[in-house]
């Protein structure tokens, strides 16, 4: 497992819409494990395994993050935005950001007081960003109308092999089918493997369908990471059951997973000495994995999710114990299948 890896994939800003950074990095780094790299005219990559094989396994995970995008530059050159995914309001102002541009990084700091955190109905609109700018022509200097801004929260270890980062949804899971990719071929796995690092699930979710529409798979693992419950104001367990941080990988048990797969996963997890936890889904998953389901003439699909806390804020937490034996997990699924 390549630590070094998955920082670089965490570093990069990779907002939805604008994953370029992100999806450079992985098929720079995978193009010596793997026999094709693809991409389209979205931006999805696609590292591809045995392309000549009849049985074609999609792993995917998602490379795009929660930000915003500017919209407006004032005439005291401050910036403005409205929010590309579900971000959390409260978590912006008084915090550093960077902004992606094409001359590079640009950071800032959003605008905030004591009435602002107040205010209730606070909005993306809302926030004006201080890149330290004199005026609106200082300003267009540097930054441009539709560049993308994440929270400047950088990479923590904390203690027991935890680590705490944003947008670990999914970047961790680019990481994983990555990682799981290489381990399968190091298994000696012959079926064709698509790896798919995808664009826009936190807003359309188009680059998981293009995706499929093109592979055309035989079966999905989709991972994506998935709702701890082990902390305050977490999910409700009875809805979800118990998923706790360090438990191990997430099988989901859901109307679109078919449990013939499921099954498969258990049987593997056990066989490698894997304790695998189980979550419930009364309807879709929210994930990529509903439009892989849906694509094509239909895609049998497996979602194996990573355990999170503090889901879309700038301190999201993992285990890189759960990490390790998620890769290890579908790596064993990859390597022993057979239709």
């Known amino acids: 497992m390549d630590q070094q890896f998955l920082m670089d994939i965490l570093s990069r800003i990779s907002v939805s819409g604008c994953e370029e950074p992100v999806q450079e990095t992985v098929k720079d780094y995978m193009k010596e494990y793997v026999d094709e790299v693809r ?4 931006g999805n990559a696609v590292c591809v395994l045995h392309p000549e094989h009849p049985v074609r396994i ?4 998602h490379a795009d993050e929660i930000g915003l995008i500017v919209t407006r530059i004032t005439a005291e050159g401050r910036i403005q935005a409205v929010e590309r995914g579900g971000i959390i309001h409260g978590t912006y102002p008084g915090q550093k950001v960077q902004i992606q541009t094409r001359k590079g990084v640009v950071y800032g700091v959003v605008e905030g007081c004591r009435e602002t955190f107040r205010k209730k109905d606070l909005k993306a609109e809302d926030f004006l960003i201080d890149i330290g700018a004199a005026s609106k022509e200082d300003a267009e200097q540097y930054v441009s109308l539709g560049d993308t801004i994440v929270l400047d929260s950088g990479v923590r270890k904390l203690v027991n092999g935890r680590i705490t980062s944003r947008a670990l949804d999914d970047k961790i899971g680019v990481f994983i089918i990555m990682e799981a990719l290489k381990r399968a071929r190091e298994k000696g796995c012959e079926c064709g493997i698509y790896a798919a690092a995808t664009v826009g699930e936190e807003t359309t979710k188009n680059g998981a369908y293009w995706c499929s529409t093109r592979i055309q ?17 977490a999910s409700n367990p009875a809805e979800t059951g118990d998923v706790l941080l360090g438990g191990g990988p997430v099988l989901c048990n859901s109307p679109i997973v078919v449990k013939a797969l499921n099954e498969r996963m258990m049987e593997c997890a056990d066989r490698i000495g894997i304790k695998a936890q189980r979550e419930a889904a009364s309807r879709l998953s929210y994930t990529d994995a509903d439009q892989i389901h849906f694509s094509n003439q239909g895609v049998p699909t497996v979602l194996v999710s990573i355990p999170l806390r503090n889901m879309h804020t700038p301190g999201e937490i993992a285990d890189m114990k ?4 998620c890769i290890e997990l579908i790596a064993e699924f990859l390597s022993t299948y057979t239709k």
């Open 322 to 325: 759960d990490v390790e034996e």
């Open 39 to 42: 991409t389209d005219e979205m």
């Open 58 to 61: 999609m792993l995917s995970a």
């Open 217 to 233: 798979p035989t079966l999905a693992v989709v991972v994506d990471v998935t709702y701890c419950t082990d902390y305050s104001g």
